[in-house]
């Protein structure tokens, strides 16, 4: 199956380097030996790391295109995504991956030290503890919309660089229509299957709420 493998990786993002697909050919032998140690990624989900891990978090890249010098928080970062993908593809972007449990920041610092990523900070922390101010924040499905953005609505910077004004940029699955009514945020969302064909991402949307 094609998404064992980072070929489904180069259908969609045909310009990297020859050092990114080298960084993108290791995730899955980094993941697979870390994640043996330290649970981070479901079992059934290790051998679709390349579609429902990498591709998944490279959604926002097909909304947003990072540019030089912006910051990015992700938050509740889990093994590493959205943020490590997305640093793979924006090396000129620094990117902090936050998240309150020390043994998933420890497989994030392994997985981007492996790799050679310079643009990836970590911190054991809480959002709401994270000093600083950022262009985006980035996650994928930590809590629900009207929980998550009492975490992070002072954390933006009031000056943006990009087409979309600063704000999250937040994966999320299923019928969003109840929470995000029930969260009272002026959101915008953007089918994931606009961007990638697989039937995983039928459901999935990258939702872009302005901070």
Known sequence: MENTSPAIIYKYFKE???????????????YAFWNAQI???????????YERHVLHSLAIAKLVSFKAGATILDVGTGGGFPGIPLAILFPQTQFLLVDSIGKKIKVVKEVANALGLTNIQTSH???????GKFDFVISRAVTRLGEFYPWVRNKFKKDSLHAFPNGILYLKGGDLTEEIAESKLHTELFPIADFFDEEFFETKYVVYIEG
């Not at 809480?126 to 000093?131: G, H, K, N, S, V």
């Open 39 to 49: 649970n981070v990624i479901s079992r059934k989900d290790i051998d679709s790391l």
């Open 16 to 30: 990297l380097t020859a050092i990114q697909k080298e960084q993108i050919d290791r995730l899955q032998d980094l």
């Open 125 to 131: 922390s809480r959002a709401e503890q994270t000093p």
